[in-house]
C-alpha cells in the first residue's frame, strides 16, 4: 500500500513540474522592470519571478532567525 501511494505522490510532482515548466517557457518573454534615476533591467518573466521568489525566501528565513537561533531553557529542577 505505501509503495503505491509513494508512486502517487511522485507522479503527481512529476505532473506539477511539467505544468510549471510548461508555464515558465510560454512566459520567457522579456520583462523591463523600470527603477528610479531611470534606471531599467531587461529579463525573462521567468527570472523575475525565480528573483522574487528567491527574495521572499530570503526574507522568511531571516525573520524566523530568532526562532532557530533561541537557546533552549533548561528546567530549574529535575523532574520527581
Known amino acids: 500500500m505505501t509503495t503505491l501511494l ?3 505522490v511522485w507522479l503527481l510532482r512529476i505532473a506539477v513540474f511539467i505544468g ?14 523600470r527603477f528610479f534615476l531611470d ?7 521567468s527570472v523575475v519571478i525565480l528573483a522574487v521568489f528567491a527574495i ?6 531571516t525573520a524566523a532567525l530568532g526562532v532557530f ?10 523532574p520527581r
Do not use: C, H, Y
Not at 20 to 33: C, D, T, V, W, Y
Not at 56 to 61: D, M, Q
Open 20 to 33: 510549471l515548466f510548461g508555464l515558465a517557457i510560454k512566459n520567457s518573454g522579456p520583462m523591463e522592470l
Open 39 to 45: 534606471q531599467a533591467w531587461m529579463a525573462p518573466t
Open 6 to 8: 509513494k508512486l502517487l
Open 56 to 61: 521572499g525566501v530570503a526574507v522568511g528565513l
Open 69 to 78: 537561533l533561541r537557546p533552549q531553557r533548561t528546567p530549574d529542577r529535575e
